[in-house]
C-alpha cells in the first residue's frame, strides 16, 4: 500500500489506481479509522456525483420462498412471524410509485420473494412496469428484482421500461455455501449477466455481518467490481427470530464504517448504496455518509423497518448531500 492513507486515496482519486486486495486488509487494519473515514469521504467527493441518490422499493410479493438463504424471513424453511402475500396488482403498485415520486424518490424497484418468478406473477409484473412508466414517465426510473430469471426474461423486462436489475451477490464466493445450499454463487452471477446482457445497468451488492471475516467482505467488493455494477447496496444484518442466523453477534458501528470506507476505496466511482440496517449505525445512518456512502434505499425494507423519506432527505440536507 502506499505510505499513507490520503497518498492511497490520493492515488486512487487522481492517478485511477486500482486497490488491491491487500491494501483492502492494511486499510481495514488501520489504527487511524477516522483517517480512513475522511479519505473514503474525499474520494466520493471527487469521483461521484454531488448529491445522494434516494430510492425505495415496492413489496410486491412476499414470504413462502423455496430458497433457504439462512438470514431470509421470507424463507419457507425457517418458522418466522413472516406472512405470505399474493401478487401486486398493477393499480396499486402504481399508486405507490406516485406517492414515491411525491415524496422526491427517483428510482423504485419492484421486489418479489422466490427462486424466480414465473407464469402470470411475471405477466403482472411487466404490466405494473408499463403502467408506472405510463403515470410517472421519466420522473422515475424503474429496477426489478425478480429472482433468478432467464435471458428473455431480462429483455421483457427492458421493453416494459426497466432500467436496472437487482440482485445480490450477498456475500464473496468463499462464504455463500455458509448461507444457503439451494441455489450457488454461479447462480447469482449468470443473472446478473444475463440482465446485463439484456442491456440493464445492474444493483448488486450483500450483507455484512452474518459470520464472515474481513478477507470475505473484500472478496466480495472485487468480485463486485469486476462485475461493472453500477450500485452497491450494502445491507447490515438484522437478526430475524426463527433464521438461523437469529442470535448472531452484532457487528460494531465502527466496523461498518470501516467496511464501507474499504468498499469506497476499492469502488471509488459506483454508488454505495445504505440499505437494510442502517439505523443500527445511529443518527439514521447519518455517519455512513462521511465513511463512503454516497445513496440510500428510503423507507420500509421487506421484513423490516426503515426511516421516512422526509427524514432522509432532511439528514441529507444537513450533510450538503440533497
Not at 129 to 139: A, D, L, P, Q
Not at 213 to 224: H, T
Not at 293 to 313: C, H, Q, R, V
Request: aromatic share 6%; hydrophobic share 35%; charged share 20%.
Amino acid at each position: 500500500m502506499k505510505n499513507t492513507i490520503l497518498e492511497l486515496a490520493e492515488s486512487v482519486i487522481h492517478d485511477s489506481y486500482v486497490v488491491s486486495e491487500d491494501d483492502a486488509m492494511d486499510l481495514y487494519q488501520s489504527d487511524a479509522p477516522e483517517e480512513l473515514f475522511s479519505a473514503a469521504e474525499k474520494i466520493v467527493q471527487s469521483c461521484c456525483t454531488k448529491k445522494a441518490e434516494l430510492c425505495s422499493i415496492i413489496n410486491a410479493k412476499q414470504g413462502r420462498c423455496p430458497e433457504n438463504c439462512r438470514y431470509c424471513a421470507q424463507s419457507a424453511h425457517w418458522k418466522t412471524s413472516c406472512t405470505s402475500t399474493q401478487m401486486i396488482l398493477p393499480e396499486d403498485a402504481t399508486l405507490t410509485a406516485e406517492k414515491a415520486v411525491a415524496g422526491h424518490i427517483t428510482r423504485i424497484s419492484l421486489v418479489t420473494a422466490g427462486r424466480a418468478l414465473s407464469g402470470k406473477d411475471f405477466d403482472t409484473a411487466l404490466e405494473c412496469f408499463r403502467t408506472i412508466s405510463r403515470k410517472c414517465g421519466k420522473k422515475l426510473k424503474l429496477c426489478a428484482s425478480l429472482g433468478i430469471l432467464a435471458p428473455e426474461q431480462m429483455e421483457q423486462l427492458k421493453a416494459a421500461g426497466v432500467t436496472r436489475y437487482h440482485h445480490n451477490i450477498e456475500t464473496s464466493e468463499s462464504f455463500f455455501p455458509s448461507i444457503c445450499t439451494t441455489h450457488t454463487y454461479k447462480d447469482r452471477i449468470n443473472t446478473i449477466r444475463a440482465a446485463q446482457n439484456a442491456g440493464l445497468e445492474i444493483c448488486s451488492g450483500g450483507i455484512i455481518g452474518m459470520g464472515e471475516s474481513r478477507k470475505d467482505r473484500i472478496e466480495f467488493a472485487a468480485a463486485i467490481r469486476n462485475l461493472n455494477v453500477q450500485s452497491v447496496p450494502v445491507n447490515i444484518l438484522t437478526p430475524i427470530a426463527g433464521t438461523p442466523f437469529h442470535d448472531i453477534p452484532s457487528v460494531s458501528t465502527e466496523e461498518i464504517l470501516r467496511t464501507l470506507a474499504v468498499f469506497r476505496f476499492m469502488m471509488p466511482s459506483q454508488t454505495i448504496r445504505c440499505a437494510a440496517g442502517r439505523k443500527t449505525i445511529g443518527n439514521n445512518g447519518e455517519r455512513a455518509f462521511r465513511s463512503g456512502a454516497n445513496a440510500l434505499i428510503s423507507g420500509d425494507f421487506l421484513t423490516t423497518s426503515g426511516s421516512s423519506t422526509a427524514e432522509d432527505i432532511a439528514m441529507l440536507k444537513r450533510l450538503g448531500l440533497y
